[in-house]
């Protein structure tokens, strides 16, 4: 769905949910109800962790699109389209919770998604960052519902690391 129609139905769901904290559906079986399966996380390639825990909060480093393993290259308004982002944003979301698991061992121990930032490779003239970002922060809220509201910044950028179409790095909230 275009233009955050999700996003919308699950915040309208969460307002007028007043046990946002109760979770009906375990993570991994609303994962596999999607057909998703998480992947193996990739080992960082510079000088940083794939996470830091400080306290309950869980900080996941940027992590790129990938198209059959490899980065995802190209600049939307150039030679990505806007529903191709869409697309890349939801798998790097993926790969996030991939490395949110690896983080935390068990992702029914997520209490919120707290914050993403969403950096997408951008023309000049492309103005659809906000619809780039809605697909990883759309899947985001499938799997947690209201815990998967979250707050967020789109920005577009002159390039990504290795060329790829999108980065995106997420800050979650854990239990003990």
């Given at each position: 769905?275009?233009?955050g129609?999700?996003?919308?139905?699950?915040?309208?769901?969460?307002?007028g949910?007043?046990?946002?904290k109760?979770?009906?559906?375990?993570?991994?079986k609303?994962?596999?109800?999607?057909?998703?399966?998480l992947?193996?996380?990739?080992?960082?390639?510079?000088?940083?962790?794939?996470?830091?825990?400080?306290?309950?909060?869980?900080?996941v480093?940027g992590?790129?699109a990938?198209?059959?393993?490899?980065?995802?290259?190209?600049?939307?308004?150039?030679?990505?389209?806007?529903?191709q982002?869409?697309?890349?944003?939801?798998?790097?979301a993926?790969d996030?919770?991939a490395?949110?698991?690896?983080?935390?061992r068990?992702?029914?121990?997520?209490?919120?998604?707290?914050?993403?930032?969403?950096?997408?490779?951008?023309?000049?003239?492309?103005?659809?960052?906000?619809?780039?970002?809605d697909?990883?922060?759309?899947?985001?809220?499938?799997?947690?519902?209201?815990?998967?509201?979250?707050a967020?910044?789109?920005?577009?950028?002159?390039?990504?690391p290795?060329?790829?179409?999108v980065?995106?790095d997420?800050?979650?909230e854990?239990?003990?």
């Amino acid at each position: 769905m275009r233009g955050g129609g999700r996003l919308r139905a699950g915040l309208a769901a969460a307002r007028g949910n007043t046990l946002w904290k109760e979770r009906r559906v375990s993570v991994y079986k609303k994962l596999a109800s999607l057909g998703i399966t998480l992947p193996e996380v990739t080992p960082p390639v510079a000088a940083f962790v794939p996470f830091v825990r400080n306290g309950h909060q869980l900080f996941v480093s940027g992590h790129i699109a990938k198209e059959g393993g490899k980065p995802w290259v190209g600049q939307l308004g150039l030679n990505v389209t806007t529903e191709q982002g869409i697309k890349a944003a939801r798998g790097v979301a993926i790969d996030l919770l991939a490395t949110l698991n690896l983080a935390v061992r068990d992702l029914n121990k997520i209490k919120r998604i707290v914050k993403l930032t969403v950096l997408v490779n951008s023309a000049p003239t492309f103005t659809e960052q906000h619809l780039v970002a809605d697909g990883a922060s759309e899947l985001l809220v499938e799997i947690f519902g209201a815990n998967g509201m979250h707050a967020r910044s789109a920005f577009g950028v002159a390039q990504v690391p290795f060329g790829s179409c999108v980065e995106i790095d997420l800050i979650a909230e854990g239990e003990d």
